[in-house]
C-alpha cells in the first residue's frame, strides 16, 4: 500500500494539481495532515476535493480559523485578512465541513497523523529539540505532520535525534519518524516548488518530492479576488 501524503494546501489549486500530476500511479490513498484554507483563492475547490478522494484528513489551524473556531488576533494581519475573505467565500457546506474535521493526531493503517505537533496541534516542530518532546506522545513508528510549510523528516532513536539525510529513507526497525511532506501550495523553505511525499508501506520507505506548479496563474486569481498581493508575490520565492 502507497500513500500520498499532503499538507498545507492553502486554497492553492495550481500547486495542488501539478502534485496530481506528478504524482500519478505511485499511490492507493490520499492522507492530509491540514490547512486545506487559508491563504490562497480556490478554497471551495481545494475542500470538495479533499472531501471527495482523501482517505483521512485532520484540521489545521487555518482550518479553524477559516471556519471561525480560532481567535483570529493571534493572527498577523495578513493571514487576518485571508482568513476572512475565506470564510466570506466559502459555501455553507464548506465552512461546515472544515468545522467537522477532526483535530489530530489520528491513527491510520500504521501510522500517525496530526498537523502542528502531537501533544498540541498548533504547536510547531522545526528542531531536534522540539522534534525529542512530539516523540515522547507518538503512538506509531511513523507520523507525518505539517504547519511549518518545511519539508523534512526527524528520526528519533532512545540515544537522540538527528534529521533524515536527502529526499528519501527507509524505514529501520529501532527508529521512529517524524515526516513533514512539505506545503503544497505555500512552501516557506526557499523551494517554491510545492512539496509532498510518498509512504510505502510494504517497501517500508518514505520518499519526499516537489514538483514545479504555475505560480503566475495563482498569483493572478489572489490579487483579482481581492487576497492581499503579498500573499501571490511569495509564491515565487518560497518563503
Known sequence: ???LILSDIHANWEALEAVLSAAAGDYDHIVNCGDLAGYGPDPNGVIEWCQETNAIIV???HDKACARLENLEWFNPVARASARWTFQTLTPENRQFLIDL???PALFDDFQVFHGAPQDEDEYVVSEAEASEAAEYLDSQISFFGHTHLQGSF???RNGVRRTPGDGF???ESMKYL???GSVGQPRD???RAGYAIYDREARTVDCRRVAYDQATTYKKIVTSGLPEMLGRRLFVGL
Open 155 to 157: 528520526a528519533v532513536h
Open 170 to 172: 527507509e524505514i529501520e
Open 1 to 3: 500500500m502507497r500513500y
Open 190 to 192: 526557499g523551494d517554491p
Open 179 to 181: 515526516v513533514n511532506p
Open 59 to 61: 484540521r489545521g489551524n
Open 102 to 104: 477532526p483535530k489530530g
